[in-house]
């Protein structure tokens, strides 16, 4: 099956949907499956000038519908039975509210795997012809149809409790395998604000992104390291109190319960580290306080550190962080980490960097870095 990151995935789903062609995404949990339709979603909606639901439709809208199949039954999708008829007693089904009987948008079949064998049969024929209980299809007034199917799992060798699905379902998809790379899902982090510091120990510590093994001690530990649960520890730790947020001992418990103890330790370290950190002061004096962090024995974690900081101010606009500094600091950084920095930073606020005439000579001497 063929692998691609979340931009490649971005870029062919057009494709897909402009022909209503059944797709199916798998990969490791909280690799981004879910978001990245839900994003397209969005986008699509207000590209056709629609209104964006997750739970209503009609002809002013634009649904992303989201059925996690492993919570359904059979009747569920394909209708309940009732009798009909006085002389001649007949069942029919009364159709699902949770499908569609107008409108346009997507509808995704989330954990299809999942879903017992029943269940998955019941979307045997929706899945290929879009047509469930005694309803047809929805079509649009030239007979396309208006609404995209699209499936979601984890694989066999996810230790996610799935079933093996049957070659008759598989063969009404065309399927793709979701690996996000580590710098999409930090734009992801740094795109909802969360904690610098998770940021930063990411960044340094690519290797905690994920579980380093994929084997039943997956199950045994419980709590295991994913973008979702570094996701969730965030915004636990960034939330604790001013009092408390210099507690390490709350810090590493609260992290130990969403990424497993032995990865909260290391990141209980880093943490200690980076404290000795004073952004506010690096960034009024950059040149002297980044020479000081070239000598120090961690000075990778700190210019991790650093980035990540420095990023989130400038996505939240403080106003300390004017453009002038960001293209000076980025000068200063060895080049690796300017690089990093400057791909962050160039996302947001763009045209107020490029009013700074400095920022052409930096990028021209990061060329080859850059790729510009």
């Known amino acids: 099956m063929l692998k691609i990151n979340l931009n490649e995935l971005e870029k062919l789903l057009p494709s897909y949907y402009d022909i209503r062609q059944s797709l199916y995404l798998w990969g490791k949990p909280s690799s981004g ?24 439709y009609g002809k002013d809208i634009f649904t992303c519908k989201i059925i996690p199949l492993s919570q359904f ?84 060798q996810d230790f996610c409790a799935v079933n093996t699905t049957s070659l008759a379902l598989l063969r009404r998809f065309c399927h793709l395998e979701v690996e996000p790379e580590l710098d999409e899902i930090l734009t992801y982090l740094h795109d909802n604000k969360l904690d610098t510091r998770v940021i930063g120990y990411l960044r340094n510590f690519p290797e905690d992104l994920f579980p380093k093994e994929w084997n039943e001690k997956l199950l045994d530990k419980k709590a295991n390291p994913f973008p979702y649960t570094w996701e969730i520890a965030s915004r636990l730790i960034d939330k604790l109190s ?72 400038w996505y939240q606009k403080k106003k300390n962080l004017t453009a002038k500094k960001v293209v000076e600091i980025g000068g200063l950084l060895p080049a690796e980490f300017s690089v990093a920095f400057l791909k962050l930073v160039i996302r947001k606020r763009a045209n107020q960097l490029t009013t700074v005439p400095e920022l052409n000579t930096l990028l021209r001497d990061l060329g080859i870095y850059l790729d510009v």
């Open 73 to 156: 039954d059979s009747p569920d999708l394909r209708g309940m039975p009732e009798i009909v008829g006085t002389k001649q007693r007949l069942t029919q089904f009364i159709p699902s509210a949770e499908l569609p009987r107008e409108g346009q948008g997507i509808i995704f079949l989330d954990e299809l795997n999942m879903a017992d064998d029943t269940t998955r049969a019941a979307c045997y024929q929706y899945i290929l012809e879009g047509r469930y209980s005694n309803l047809e299809c929805v079509k649009d007034k030239d007979g396309k149809e208006t609404f995209w199917r699209v499936a979601a799992s984890n694989s066999e």
């Open 242 to 313: 001013y009092k408390t947020r210099g507690d390490q001992n709350t810090i590493i418990q609260l992290v130990s319960s969403c990424v497993g103890p032995e990865v909260a330790t290391r990141f209980n370290a880093y943490v200690k580290l980076i404290g000795k950190l004073d952004i506010n002061k690096l960034i009024s004096n950059p040149k002297e306080e980044i020479a000081k962090i070239k000598t120090n024995e961690e000075k990778s974690s700190l210019l991790y550190s650093v980035i990540s900081t420095l990023t989130s101010y």
């Open 33 to 56: 499956k879910t978001s990245m339709i839900r994003q397209f979603a969005k986008a699509k909606a207000k590209e056709l000038k629609l209104k964006y639901s997750e739970d209503k």
